[in-house]
């Protein structure tokens, strides 16, 4: 199971690697087209390895993710709408791992004393005044 | 008397922690730019006059965002921000969303080199900085975000609008440590037609053409200004070329498009658009 889902997902990956190959060529191909900005990008980051797949992300797909998590519906839109590919990409693949700035501490007392020491020491910055 | 001499062996042992961690944390950037001569460090900096929002409950994202689109002459209040790049369920904002969110509001988000040269560079330039760090530890983390305005060589420190210190200077190792942490995350927000001082071309390609998705009209002097610091560069003259022509420009858009091929006469995209541009000048 584990196995056939791997070589399915591979397979598909390796599609869309061929299927983004195809369509440069077909544009640099065809002699009467323009080859546009939003294909240069593409090209740029299959260069880089960078999110070959992403575009096939639904933004839909991350907007129900930001709805989920608590974030107003026609927010998440706009906020989903200003989003790059290589972003959609980071936020779909990993919204719960990505670290959120907070800025503020939520700790027990004994991990404050820790974090006193280690901010006089210089390790860590979590008391400005000290 | 119990307590005490629980407390007295406590703290020594905590120290020692803390001499450990010390040892592991080391801070090479800081090293070596201390290590120069004084008079070859990089000159004192501060943008003095960049606003000051001290932040409400977990909400350090919205604030360091209004403080550098403030800056940048976006009149935007922390508050309305909340609903751009705050997550409830994580109570906190992801970076990828605060580069969004600068977009929203008309300015380019670009993500800098992870050097403290390159953040000094910048203030240079008159950006504020806005970082990513990790103040806790790697296995406690406390992620937060703040924006350097100022370098003073002489303290050897940073000067950050964070949290609700409105001048909050970090020595430069201490920094480094909690930005480590982070992966050196720092980015400026650009009006368009302003370079960054670290601008490098497909970097500054990408950041363009992200931000022309949304804003085709504003994005004519981003290209343009990335076209005068880089004519020669195929990416950058395709992409002003590009958008030349989509406001009907197509003599201007022909034009640096045999600039680019008169220095590269074998970059076929070029080639391809120019004769498109030429059949359609004609028809």
């Known amino acids: 199971m584990k196995i056939r889902t791997l070589k399915s997902v591979t397979t598909w990956m390796l599609a869309t690697v061929f299927a983004f190959g195809a369509m440069f060529q077909q544009a640099y191909a065809a002699p009467q087209t323009m080859v546009t900005t939003e294909q240069l990008m593409q090209e740029m980051q299959v260069a880089d390895q960078r999110a070959s797949v992403n575009n096939f992300l639904s933004r839909a797909d991350v907007q129900a993710q930001l709805a989920a998590r608590g974030v107003d519906a026609a927010d998440a839109q706009a906020r989903v709408n200003a989003m790059s590919q290589a972003e959609l990409a980071a936020l779909s693949a990993q919204i719960d791992e990505l670290p959120a700035g907070e800025g503020l501490l939520e700790t027990v007392l004994f991990l404050l004393v820790i974090f006193m020491l280690l901010d006089i020491a210089g390790v860590t910055d979590i008391f400005p005044g000290l | ?283």
Do not use: K
């Open chain 2, 1 to 283: 008397m119990s307590m005490r001499s629980g407390t007295r062996l406590r703290v020594p042992f905590l120290l020692f922690l803390a001499f450990l961690l010390v040892a592991c944390a080391a801070t090479p950037q800081s090293q070596q730019l201390l290590s120069r001569p004084s008079d070859q460090l990089p000159e004192g900096v501060e943008l003095v006059d960049v606003p000051f929002f001290p932040q409400e409950l977990y909400q350090c994202g919205p604030a360091a965002l209004a403080t550098i689109l403030q800056y940048n002459q976006v009149a935007v209040q922390p508050d309305e921000l909340v609903s751009h790049v705050y997550i409830p369920s994580r109570q906190g904002s992801l970076q990828v969303e605060m580069l969004a969110a600068t977009r929203t509001f008309e300015r380019i988000p670009y993500v800098i080199p992870g050097t403290l040269t390159a953040i000094i560079n910048e203030l240079d330039a008159g950006n504020p900085v806005l970082v990513f760090q990790n103040l806790g530890l790697s296995v406690l983390p406390q992620w937060h975000y703040a924006v350097v305005v100022g370098f003073d060589p002489e303290q050897q420190e940073l000067i950050l609008r964070s949290g609700t210190v409105r001048e909050h200077r970090v020595a430069l190792p201490v920094f480094e440590r909690t930005w480590q942490r982070a992966e050196h995350w720092a980015y400026v927000a650009l009006t368009p037609g302003d370079l960054p001082a670290s601008a490098e071309v497909s970097d500054y390609f990408m950041a363009v053409a992200d931000f022309q998705r949304l804003h085709p009209e504003l994005s004519g002097a981003a290209w343009q200004a990335g076209y005068q610091q880089w004519p020669d560069q195929a990416v950058i003259a395709m992409g002003y070329s590009n958008w030349l022509y989509q406001q009907g420009d197509l003599a201007r858009a022909a034009s640096v498009l045999e600039q680019l091929l008169s220095i590269q006469p074998d970059y076929q995209p070029a080639q391809q658009n120019l004769s498109a541009i030429r059949n359609e000048m004609q028809s």
